[in-house]
C-alpha cells in the first residue's frame, strides 16, 4: 500500500479529511462540521473528530499529518495568525497542538498553497518545474510552486494574487482594504453582483438569470447556468470577467512565466469553457510573445482538492519538525 498520510481540509463551515496515499489517491474520507465562532477548544474538537474518524478508517497507520486553512497563517512556526473565516483563533498555534495530541510530525499551509502543490505533484501541473495555481471561488487564491516546492516569501505571506491590484480606481474596495484586487472583481460574490447590478441597470433583459435568481439572490452558479442557455446579460457578466482574468494573468505570465497556470475552485470549474477566451485575451496583456505557449488548463482535484493538497504538504517535506514547532510555539 506504500506510505499514508492524513490530509486534513479545514474550513469555516466543515472540517474534512481522508487518508492519502504516496500517489496521491484518497483511500477513504470523512467530513464533519466547523464551528468557526465559538472558542478555541471548540473549534479544536472540531478537528480532533474529523482525524479521530479518518484514522480509524485506515487500516494501516499514517505516517504524518497534513493540514491546509485558510489564512492568514504562518506555515513554519503552525500557526493560524487572523483567518476571517477562522474567528476562534487567533495567533493559535495549531500544528503545535494537532503535534502534541497525536505524537505524529504535521505540516500547515494555507489551502491554497495545498492544493497547488496536490496538483503539481498529481494533478495538472505533474511533471512540471513551475506552475502558477488559481483557486477561484468565494475569493481568490494562489499558490506558486517551483521545482515541486511552494514558494512562501521571507515570513511565509507571498502568492496572495487575488490581492494584485488591477484597477487603482475601483468604487469597492477589498475586504483586505486595498482597492481594485481582483478577487473584489471577478470572485464568485463578485461576479453574482456584478450580474444582479445589470439585471438592476436594465429590466427589460436577461429574463433567464432573472427568473433562476427570483427571490433566491442570485450566485456565481445561476450566472454560469444562464450564459450556457444563451442569456445575454449572463454572457456579457461572463465576458468581462475573461477580460478582468485575461489582464491580471498577463501580468503574473510577465512576472512569473510559469509553465502552466491551472485553475480550480468552484468558480475556477465554471470558467473551464471559458478558458480560451481568457487565453487569447492573454495575448493583448502581457509582453512575452511566447505567452500562448504556456496552457490555461483545469484543477484535475475537485471537491477534494483540500485533503489531497493537505496530504501533498506532509509527502513533499517528510522530515519531522515536531520538536522544533513545540519550541517555537511554547516561546510565543
Request: aromatic share 4%; proline share 5%.
Amino acid at each position: 500500500m506504500g506510505r499514508l498520510v492524513l490530509g486534513v481540509d479545514i474550513g469555516g463551515t466543515k472540517v474534512a479529511a481522508g487518508v492519502v496515499n504516496e500517489a496521491g489517491k484518497i483511500l477513504s474520507k470523512t467530513r464533519v462540521p466547523m464551528v468557526a465562532k465559538g472558542s478555541a477548544q471548540t473549534a479544536m474538537d472540531c478537528v480532533n473528530r474529523v482525524i479521530e474518524a479518518a484514522m480509524k478508517s485506515s487500516v494501516e497507520p499514517v505516517e504524518g499529518i497534513g493540514i491546509s486553512s485558510p489564512g492568514p497563517l504562518d506555515p513554519r512556526r503552525g500557526i493560524i495568525i487572523n483567518s476571517p473565516n477562522l474567528p476562534c483563533w487567533r495567533d493559535f498555534a495549531l500544528m503545535a497542538e494537532i503535534e502534541q495530541t497525536y505524537g505524529l510530525p504535521v505540516r500547515l499551509d494555507n489551502d491554497a498553497n495545498a492544493a497547488g502543490l496536490a496538483e503539481t505533484l498529481w494533478g495538472a501541473g505533474r511533471n512540471l518545474d513551475s506552475v502558477f495555481y488559481v483557486t477561484l471561488g468565494t475569493g481568490i487564491g494562489t499558490a506558486i510552486i517551483l521545482e515541486k516546492r511552494i514558494y512562501h516569501g521571507r515570513t511565509g505571506a507571498a502568492a496572495e494574487g487575488g490581492h494584485m491590484t488591477i484597477d487603482l480606481h475601483a468604487p469597492v474596495a477589498c475586504g483586505c482594504g486595498k482597492r481594485g484586487c481582483v478577487e473584489s472583481m471577478a470572485s464568485g460574490p463578485a461576479l453574482a453582483a456584478r450580474a444582479q447590478a445589470r439585471l438592476e441597470h436594465d429590466l427589460s433583459s436577461g429574463t433567464i438569470l432573472r427568473t433562476m435568481a427570483g427571490d433566491r439572490g442570485m450566485t456565481a452558479e445561476m450566472v454560469f447556468a444562464a450564459a450556457e442557455a444563451g442569456d445575454p446579460v449572463a454572457t456579457a457578466v461572463l465576458q468581462e470577467i475573461v477580460e478582468l482574468l485575461a489582464v491580471w494573468l498577463g501580468n503574473v505570465i510577465d512576472l512569473l512565466e510559469p509553465e502552466v497556470i491551472i485553475l480550480g475552485g468552484g468558480v475556477g470549474g465554471g470558467l473551464t469553457p471559458w478558458l480560451p477566451k481568457i487565453a487569447a485575451g492573454l495575448r493583448r496583456w502581457t509582453i512575452n510573445t511566447r505567452a500562448h505557449e504556456i496552457p490555461l488548463v483545469p484543477a484535475e482535484y475537485g471537491a477534494d482538492s483540500g485533503i489531497a493538497g493537505s496530504a501533498a504538504l506532509f509527502l513533499a517535506d517528510p522530515v519531522p519538525r515536531a520538536k522544533q514547532s513545540l519550541a517555537e510555539a511554547g516561546q510565543n
